[in-house]
């Protein structure tokens, strides 16, 4: 089996996991376990708070003392039988406790798997999209069989856990069959991820890295946000059909994943990329602050594909490029930090406060003025970054790629 084939076999587990009980777990504590909504709230955050905690944890070790591939295969075996355990529980105080353990498992993995992919492959420009398509495929892949288990008959909700406990199983011995990704043997400083920091000290990196945090934290108001969105009276999609209908942003994420992204990075290189993708973020927005006529705000989620790929995809794809050699892991953990770490938790606690705030006592919201938020938010990170980024890495990524 060839090195891409198993690269993209790790990816879809990778984000099949999350997948399968990201988008849905949070009916099962509210109507069968009867938690809160800040109980709920918090069991959602604590996998962005685990990625602030652990990835550089993780990518210390793969950097310093044992394989990448290892590392990820002891974590996903331990958080696959913790997660089978929690499926079972109907105490709020254990389940929060088990599943933040659950999280400071999983949270490295996401830095690891990139960072496998990025030095396993011979030209990370044209391949990582390929790659990496191979995550939301998965992520798809997993609601679906979610789906079909609940139509033979599964109970709802604490099957989430059951099945991305089952997925992260068979990564888990999957992951024995990666390729073999060493200590590097040039590392001489004991703790990688202070040089990691210190990559701040460049400008670039430095002003990037404020971008991506902000951009990171606008991406949870599509994430927790577009859902009841559709389903309000302005856009009218029956419940029923939003998940399908919600199927068109992956559908053009693993479009500008696989074609798009390979193409356009060795062609324009990753300034140009980046500045495509931090652009569609505030026309997805006006677009929903717009809120009509609705097909358009439907056939806005394609938008996703560029938002997510063009930005995130390349994020991790520059670090990869900048990054000494001895420090990639944690370079890749870094950035994952920022981003689906700090972004992300404080992105979704802003996101809930600012809908709260322009909610009414009867429970009617303005969603113009929600989205109209992010949208002021991403225009100004558009502004900062076509002003202040400005040299364009093509050339030294060639060079680092071909290093």
């Not at 009980?21 to 962005?48: C, D, K, R």
């Not at 140009?272 to 677009?287: F, N, Q, S």
């Not at 992300?344 to 009867?362: D, E, P």
């Amino acid at each position: 089996m060839s090195v891409k084939v198993r690269l993209g076999i790790m990816m879809f587990l990778q984000y099949a996991i999350w997948g399968a009980w990201s988008p849905v777990l949070s009916a099962y504590p509210e109507n069968t376990l009867h938690f809160s909504g800040m109980q709920i709230g918090v069991i959602y955050s604590l996998l962005p708070l685990a990625t602030i905690i652990a990835p550089f944890i993780g990518g210390q070790f793969a950097d310093r003392y044992f394989s990448s591939e290892k590392v990820i295969a002891v974590l996903q075996l331990i958080g696959g039988g913790l997660l089978i355990y929690i499926s079972r529980l109907t105490d709020y105080t254990a389940m929060m406790w088990l599943f933040f353990l659950y999280s400071l498992l999983y949270a490295p993995t996401m830095a690891l798997t990139n960072s496998i992919a990025f030095i396993n492959m011979k030209d990370s420009e044209k391949e990582f999209g390929q790659v990496r398509v191979w995550g939301t495929i998965g992520w798809i892949v997993a609601g679906l069989l979610l789906t079909g288990w609940r139509y033979l008959g599964s109970a709802p909700g604490a099957d989430t856990l059951l099945l991305a406990g089952i997925f992260s199983l068979i990564m888990g011995l999957q992951s024995f069959t990666l390729p073999h990704t060493p200590p590097q043997k040039n590392a001489a400083k004991p703790w990688a991820f202070i040089e990691a920091l210190k990559m701040l000290k460049d400008r670039n990196v430095l002003i990037f890295t404020i971008i991506a945090f902000v951009v990171a934290t606008e991406l949870m108001f599509y994430y927790v946000l577009t859902a009841p969105f559709l389903e309000s009276s302005i856009i009218g999609v029956a419940k029923e059909n939003t998940p399908m209908v919600m199927v068109i942003a992956q559908a053009a994420e693993i479009l500008v994943l696989a074609f798009l992204l390979p193409w356009a990075l060795p062609k324009y290189g990753i300034r140009t990329v980046l500045t495509i993708g931090i652009l569609a973020w505030p026309l997805r927005y006006i677009i929903f602050a717009i809120g009509s006529p609705a097909w358009l705000v439907i056939a806005s989620l394609s938008l996703h594909g560029f938002c997510f790929v063009f930005f995130f995809a390349a994020a991790f794809i520059y670090f990869d490029t900048i990054a000494p050699s001895d420090i990639r892991n944690s370079a890749q953990s870094f950035i994952t930090l920022v981003t689906y770490g700090l972004g992300n938790y404080v992105g979704s606690l802003f996101a809930g406060w600012i809908k709260s705030m322009f909610t009414t006592s009867q429970g009617v919201t303005n969603w113009t003025n929600v989205f109209l938020v992010p949208c002021a938010l991403t225009i100004l990170c558009a502004i900062a970054f076509l002003a202040f980024f400005r040299i364009d890495t093509r050339r030294n990524a060639a060079k680092t790629v071909k290093a």
